[in-house]
């Protein structure tokens, strides 16, 4: 089982956002780590402004995956980051690298999916990091270069590969967790997930989008 590699799993979630942390749960049970002692729910960072950044929220993801590298830099540990708006897909859980690896993709959306390694990747919901690369990848973290705004995780950990082509990479194929239709922590909110009259349609809308898209994803199941 693909969890089976990591010392650590955290899944990164604002305390507010409880809903997003009840239907985590229910994923968690679904792949059998809900009760797993490596699994924690991590505080998520947040900001009051973007700084540098293109907003609050990218700014507080980039800071709490950030954190946790840290502190699995300290135990010398492997770590899973999971963000708490993914749905694995079906057998994910059965999942068996086929190769060794330092940094693994376990859900992204790519650019060119012909030539992964190479491509933009969006997306850094399902992350993993030996406990070799880990302080690594923080320090690059810690101390990258940029001009304009900074770079959101997802665009962070692909210019460190692109430093680093000697790091090697795993991604899943198919994806092992997509991104479920939620209300965003990271870009503006439409409208009708600022009045209360319209945040429940909004929710129930995303629920029925979620199930559809479920049906037609790749399935890992044997």
Do not use: C
Not at 86 to 112: L, R, T
Request: proline content about 6%; glycine content about 6%; overall charge negative.
């Amino acid at each position: 089982m693909i969890f089976d590699y990591f010392d650590e799993i955290r899944i990164i979630n604002l305390a507010a956002r409880k809903d997003r942390r009840a239907k985590m749960r229910s994923e968690l049970r679904r792949v059998g780590i809900a009760d797993d002692p490596r699994v924690e729910f991590f505080d998520a960072i947040s900001f009051p402004d973007a700084g540098s950044f293109s907003s609050p929220g990218a700014r507080g993801v980039y800071h709490s995956q950030l954190a946790i590298l840290d502190q699995a830099a300290k135990r010398g540990h492997s770590v899973l980051i999971i963000e708490d708006d993914v749905d694995f897909v079906e057998g994910a859980e059965n999942f068996v690298p086929a190769e060794d690896w330092a940094i693994f993709y376990g859900g992204y959306y790519a650019d060119d999916p012909r030539n992964l390694h190479d491509s933009d990747i969006v997306g850094a919901h399902m992350m993993g990091f030996s406990g070799a690369i880990v302080p690594v990848v923080a320090d690059y973290l810690r101390s990258i270069s940029f001009d304009g705004i900074h770079p959101p995780i997802d665009g962070a950990y692909v210019w460190f590969r692109r430093a680093h082509p000697e790091v090697s990479t795993l991604f899943a194929r198919p994806p092992l967790g997509y991104q479920r239709p939620s209300r965003s922590d990271i870009a503006d909110l439409q409208f009708y997930d600022k009045l209360p009259v319209f945040r429940q349609g909004a929710a129930a809308a995303r629920s029925v989008k979620r199930s559809i898209k479920n049906i037609f994803r790749p399935s890992l199941a044997s």
